[in-house]
């Protein structure tokens, strides 16, 4: 099984600052890798998926990148609807996700 | 408008069975893959199952494998996932989720399962 490991697992930032998230996988997962972001209680969104295409209506200030085992989430202009928890997903192998970082105000 | 409605979930005791029904809507039905995935309660993301378009093809994840099957009924575009031998770490939410491109693209808002005596 392929394990994803998230950091950090708690990130504090301000409105209108700049997030970045990592997601590391235990071995290579091409380019399918995925970001879902989820708000407190509500489903999870895809925001990210294929590294760094947006899914339909996510805004420009979503960006992802990474190859191989090592991938990232960047928010630039921190609005307060981002504060949220996101999690990476591959799906190279079966389905597995990462735990989660955590973005709070 | 995709929409997927989970129903079914409820409090069971341990070892006993629960099915859970995710009615669709808004695409294509037969085309469609769709997953179920598990989440926790304050916990990350488990998938648990999916099963392509034309039902041919089905998976699990092996924490479910032969306790869980999934089915789906083209007549009601509706899916459902069959939860057998129910245990204290099954409880959860479960989502269906809508497979496009590759990824979970739709959500349902989710089905509650606690397992407990």
């Known amino acids: 099984e392929i394990l994803l490991r998230q950091s950090p697992a708690t990130l504090s930032l301000s409105p209108g600052g700049r997030a970045t998230l990592s997601c590391r996988a235990s071995q290579s997962v091409g380019t399918y890798l995925a970001w879902y972001q989820q708000k407190p209680g509500q489903a999870p969104r895809l925001l990210i998926h294929d590294v760094s295409t947006r899914a339909t209506g996510v805004p420009a200030r979503f960006s992802g990148g990474g190859s191989g085992t090592d991938f990232t989430l960047s928010i630039s202009g921190l609005e307060p609807e981002d504060f949220a928890i996101y999690f990476c997903q591959q799906r190279y192998d079966s389905i597995t996700f990462g735990l989660g970082t955590r973005l709070e105000i | 408008e995709v929409q997927l409605v989970e129903s079914g979930g409820g409090l069971v005791q341990p070892g006993e069975s629960l099915r859970l029904s995710c009615a669709a809507s808004?695409?294509?039905?037969?085309?469609?893959?769709v997953n179920w995935v598990r989440q926790a309660p304050g916990k990350g993301l488990e998938w648990v199952s999916a099963i392509s378009g034309s039902a041919a093809s089905t998976y699990y994840a092996d924490s479910v494998k032969g306790r869980f099957s999934i089915s789906r009924d083209s007549s009601k575009s509706t899916i459902y996932l069959q939860m057998n031998s129910l245990r204290v770490d099954d409880t959860a939410i479960y989502y269906c989720?809508?497979?496009?491109?590759?990824?979970?693209?739709?959500w349902g808002q989710g089905s509650l399962v606690t397992v407990s005596t």
């Open positions: 989720t809508k497979d496009q491109g590759g990824y979970d693209y739709y």
């Open positions: 808004g695409f294509s039905f037969t085309n469609t893959v």
